[in-house]
């Protein structure tokens, strides 16, 4: 059995794709690089560098990942309607490409990381503008790849309303109803964590009381996938405010990043599954069993054709044996 690997290979060398993931996830590394000088002496300028990437890329790379397929989901879904299995297959390794970089990311991350290299994952405040700018320059490259207006992406009212309200709601009872201890940036990653897969959980049942078929599930499906890029896109900024304020180790980024890629899969899962084995057998079941049907109808019909002929014919001459003894 021959398998075109042609959309596959497509993704994994689209530069487009590879350039938004690397980009992002690497933009921590170069300021942890360069808050690092007095260490270059020590290791080596290069193998700081490299492991500050690391580190950038272990905690970041997935969810840089989520956030490019996030966007990607949604300019699916606003975009104009898919009028065949084939158009849906084409451009769904698009839409994950960025996922897998993540994934391969953030793989490369654990492998390259060596404890033996104890530099401290810090950054300088007026560091901030330029990854700020850096990481917005790439998710608005992305969104405006879908080609569609930034306002459908940011203008629905409803998710943000809900993502903030659960946000800041969680914010505030655990750092002023229940006193905690726990630095804000840690209650806010993980208040983020919440919100987002609350808010994908809450998409998910509005699917299920509104999805009768694709079209019907549109707008839940845009608003599982928006949480999500909110969630991303907080993600990576809470993750450069804790860089700023040495909280890294408290925040657990990489749990919290499985914890979305695990949410993310089930989702893409739902709404995007290919055919399985069992469902391609049932629907060649199925398809057996009408084929059947239609043969079978089909010779009852050519049989009543036939009687119908017959009973014609007989009609006719009886017709002219009466017009013959008139």
């Known amino acids: ?36 000088r007095d260490s270059w002496k020590e290791f080596g300028s290069f193998k700081v560098l490299g492991q500050a990437t690391a580190r950038s890329w272990l905690d970041t790379g997935l969810v840089t990942g989520i956030l490019g397929t996030s966007i990607g989901v949604m ?4 975009g104009h309607p898919l009028t065949d299995l084939d158009q849906l297959y084409r451009i769904m390794p698009i839409v994950l490409g960025t996922f897998l ?6 793989g490369v991350g654990y492998c390259l990381v060596d404890p033996s290299v104890p530099i401290p994952c810090k950054i300088k405040i007026h560091h901030l503008i330029p990854t700020t700018i850096i990481i917005l320059f790439f998710v608005l490259q992305q969104i405006a790849a879908t080609d569609l207006p930034i306002d459908q992406f940011f203008g629905n009212q409803h998710v943000i309303a809900y993502y903030a309200i659960i946000f800041l709601f969680l914010i505030i009872l655990i750092k002023i109803g229940f006193r905690a201890k726990k630095p804000l940036v840690v209650v806010a990653n993980n208040a983020n964590l919440v919100a987002t897969l609350g808010g994908m959980a809450m998409g998910i ?23 999500l890029m909110f969630g991303s896109l907080v993600y990576l900024f809470l993750y450069l405010w804790s860089l700023l304020s040495g909280r890294i180790g408290e925040c657990n980024y990489q749990t919290k990043s499985w914890h979305f890629a695990e949410a993310t899969a089930f989702f893409l899962f739902l709404v995007y599954a290919p055919v ?3 469902e391609f057998m049932r629907e060649a079941s199925d398809q057996a069993s009408l ?12 049989q009543l054709k036939a009687q119908i002929k017959l009973l014609s014919e007989k009609v006719d001459k009886r017709i002219s044996l009466i017009t013959i003894w008139i």
């Open 205 to 227: 049942s509005l699917w299920f009381v509104k999805g009768a078929d694709y079209e019907s599930s549109r707008d839940a499906i845009y608003f599982i996938a928006n949480i």
């Open 276 to 278: 399985g084995t069992t």
């Open 75 to 78: 300019g699916v879904v606003s």
């Open 291 to 302: 084929q059947e049907q239609h043969e079978a109808q089909q010779l009852e019909i050519n």
């Open 101 to 106: 970089w993540g994934g391969l990311l953030t």
């Open 1 to 36: 059995m021959e398998m075109d690997l042609a959309p596959f290979m497509g993704v994994v060398f689209d530069t487009i794709l590879f350039a938004f993931v690397l980009g992002i996830s690497s933009v921590g590394a170069i300021f942890i690089w360069l808050f690092n």
